[in-house]
């Protein structure tokens, strides 16, 4: 029988905006970090790298996902006019203001995930970024358009000339050696990417915060010539000093 495609997952709750506004000014080293703590180590996504540096995103994650080619149930002979039926163009039409899209594409070198002109329509749906495990084609047009990519690289390729197809979306994606779910946050900027799971965010949002805080602290006093193991990490004396800097500091602000 034929596999009737695009596979669509079910339906899932995007991640909450207050928890990810939370999460803006939060690093991808230090989400990595405090993630490990709680016993989840497997977050950073490895392969993908910014294709412009000097960008950041935090989001709720909207998936897509490759799978090798069969000639007898999917392939790219006939390019876009195949292609614009697939979990490709279907997911595209699923995005809102925020997300993040994610894409399993298996670190393939001859997989043009999104081009152009479909990055374009993904930045026109209010799309805040995309992770590829693979890569992207029309990188000069790509660039100007100003959206947060983290790919393996580029290629001339079209998303189904080589040996992947686009097959579902709405379902558990891997990349780089990460499990993402729909709804999971993302976590990117020039270190990489990390997946949040949904139900952890909050609390990464809660500790995180408080981390990059005293970290500002620290690199003061660092800056001002104190000892590296009095301020890094903080210790019983320096989070009392870090705590009366903190609260002068907002009551200054009030």
């Known amino acids: ?83 614009r039926t697939t979990a490709l163009w279907a997911v595209l039409e699923t995005v809102q203001p925020g997300d993040v899209l994610v894409v399993q594409a298996y670190g393939s ?10 990055v374009r329509y993904f930045k026109r749906r209010g799309g805040a970024g995309i992770i590829v495990d693979g890569r992207i084609r029309d990188a000069p047009r790509v660039r100007k358009l100003g959206v947060p990519i983290w790919c393996t690289g580029v290629t001339p390729h079209y998303a189904s000339q080589s040996e992947l197809f686009p097959w579902a979306y709405d379902v558990p994606v891997a990349v780089g050696g990460v499990l993402c779910l729909p709804g999971d946050v993302v976590v990117a900027d020039d270190d990489g990417a990390v997946v949040v799971p949904q139900r952890s965010a909050e609390g990464l949002a809660r500790r995180a915060g408080d981390h990059e805080e005293w970290e500002v602290f620290s690199r003061m006093r660092i800056d001002q010539g104190a000892t590296l193991s009095d301020y890094y990490p903080l210790t019983s004396d320096s989070r009392a000093e870090y705590e009366a800097w903190r609260d002068g500091r907002d009551t200054m602000e009030q």
């Open 109 to 118: 070198a001859y997989t043009g995930c999104l081009g152009d002109m479909l």
């Open 1 to 83: 029988m034929s596999w009737p495609l695009p596979v669509r997952g079910p339906g899932y709750h995007r991640a909450d905006p207050e928890v990810m506004a939370a999460l803006a000014p939060v690093s991808s080293a230090t989400a990595c970090a405090q993630l490990h703590k709680d016993g989840i180590t497997r977050t950073f996504v490895q392969g993908p790298k910014p294709l412009s540096p000097g960008q950041r995103i935090v989001g709720s994650s909207v998936t897509l996902q490759f799978m090798p080619q069969r000639e007898d149930i999917a392939s790219g002979v006939a390019q876009e006019y195949v292609e």
